[in-house]
């Protein structure tokens, strides 16, 4: 490689008629390097790569996969394709995406700029942060509802998936996420949710209340217009939907579930947090280079309170149609109802912190009690009772006779030919053919076959 000014000299000095090899001996360069500067195969100051391309073999899986989704992290993009053999790391990797223009321009997207942020300190186990995030046209149908929980200090996020976004599904989603946490902040902050905070207000629903004494935590409702004051959980949110949702691959909640439980245990864990957001100035050493903790690091050090043994009691309510089988679903399972209700809509209820649900009808009456399966083990709940009703009617809709005979003579009957007369009986028209007339017609249409015709009845 020959630097910028060597470029220069050398390509005034062949302007003015010396030769490659004078150059060469004047440079001490090579006459091969000199020759391929001066043609512009080479570009001065720019090392040739000794190695071969390593992003080559994946351009086509790359440019496939821009082509699905042109606003794919390089970062998600990466997880797809160590798999399948790419061998560098992560920084060479966005770089040759980068420097390849593997990913196409988007217009719409291009004029869209940040907000101005500040860091605020956050005490270890002081604050959990909540936030909803849907998304519409869900693999399973409908749209996915998803609840983040995200510790303040270290980052550590878990969500659940819901299927509503009452305060019931909000409920239970946060008792759920806290189990996964390992306990509670000693306070929650949160947007400006109606199912907690009132609507134009920062005042806490009545209804809600009694859900923070029972964990024993202090709501933060954010000031209007300030969602940045829970931007953990945002990032969480902006995280979990570029490197998860994306590329999910599950085809119902409860695979999706298990699919996000592992990502945040083990992508989510895993990412590394900047020192100097957790030490002092003076507590990091200039002659070596500072360790960088994990989110799983930082977490596993945070001392958070205890949960109760139990969930809050809240009711869940969801409705569900009855299929052919006599059953309902409800997370992952089907329970019976008695049968003859084919296409009726019942409404399940489930007491947090109980292992019953009721099936309730139109009418409002408890239909059955059923114990609850462990969710998305796919088993179908029926009673004795409603086993024996189904199998009486399913076995009463059998017959002992012979199927009809779909391929015999059956002309029209008696009834039929009556009928029929009736009906040309009132119009006062009969029908009649003139057999000589006819006759005539197919002598001059068809004279051959009528001579034959003759013949054969006389003989």
Not at 199 to 207: I, Y
Not at 376 to 397: D, I, P, Y
Not at 423 to 446: Q, S, W
Request: proline share 7%; net charge neutral.
């Amino acid at each position: 490689m020959i630097s910028v000014g060597e470029d220069v000299e050398a390509d005034a000095l062949a302007k003015r008629g010396w030769s490659i090899s004078a150059i060469a001996r004047h440079l001490e360069r090579d006459r091969k390097t000199i020759r391929s500067y001066l043609s512009g195969e080479r570009e001065p100051g720019a090392r040739r790569a000794s190695a071969a391309d390593a992003l080559a073999p994946f351009r086509a899986y790359v440019a496939a996969r821009f082509v699905d989704d042109p606003h794919l992290w390089a970062s998600a993009l990466f997880d797809e394709v160590a798999p399948l053999g790419y061998s560098g790391s992560y920084v060479s990797f966005a770089r040759q995406v980068r420097l390849a223009g593997l990913r196409p321009h988007c217009e719409a997207c291009s004029g869209v700029k940040g907000r101005e942020t500040i860091e605020i300190d956050h005490p270890s186990g002081e604050e959990i942060q909540w936030d909803w995030f849907e998304r519409r046209r869900a693999p399973w149908g409908g749209t996915a509802y998803v609840l983040l929980g995200t510790l303040s200090h270290s980052g550590r996020t878990r969500g659940v998936i819901a299927e509503a976004m009452d305060q019931p599904h909000l409920i239970e989603a946060m008792d759920a996420v806290m189990r996964r946490l390992g306990g509670t902040a000693r306070a929650w902050r949160t947007d400006r949710l109606a199912t907690v905070i009132v609507p134009g207000s920062a005042k806490v629903q009545a209804s809600f209340a009694p859900v923070a004494k029972f964990y024993g935590a202090i709501l933060t409702p954010c000031p209007p217009r300030r969602g940045n004051r829970k931007g953990a959980v945002e990032c969480g949110v902006k995280f979990c939907c570029g490197r998860w949702w994306r590329t999910m691959t599950a085809t119902t909640p409860e695979e999706a579930q298990v699919s996000l439980d592992r990502f945040w245990a083990s992508t989510g864990d895993e990412r590394l947090r900047p020192p100097g957001r957790y030490l002092e100035p003076g507590e990091l050493s200039c002659n070596e280079r500072p360790v960088w903790p994990s989110v799983r690091e930082l977490a596993d050090n945070e001392v958070l309170m205890a949960l109760p043994a139990t969930p809050y009691p809240a009711t869940i309510e969801v409705k569900r149609p009855v299929d052919d089988r006599a059953s309902v679903a409800f997370r992952g399972n089907r329970y019976s109802v008695p049968p003859g209700l084919l296409g009726a809509t019942m409404t399940l209820r489930q007491r947090l912190g109980t292992m019953s649900l009721d099936v309730v009808s139109m009418a409002g009456t408890v239909l059955v009690t059923h114990r609850l399966a462990p969710p998305g083990a796919g088993m179908m709940v029926r009673t004795a009772e409603h086993h024996a009703a189904l199998e009486a009617v399913v076995l009463s809709q059998f017959l002992t006779a012979r199927p009809c005979d779909r391929k015999a003579n059956r002309p029209p009957g008696e009834v039929a030919l009556s009928e029929a007369a009736r009906l040309m009986g009132r119009d006062g028209t009969e029908v009649t053919v003139d057999l000589d007339g006819l006759a005539e017609v197919i002598r001059l249409a068809f004279p051959g076959a009528v001579d034959l015709a003759s013949a054969e009845v006389t003989a």
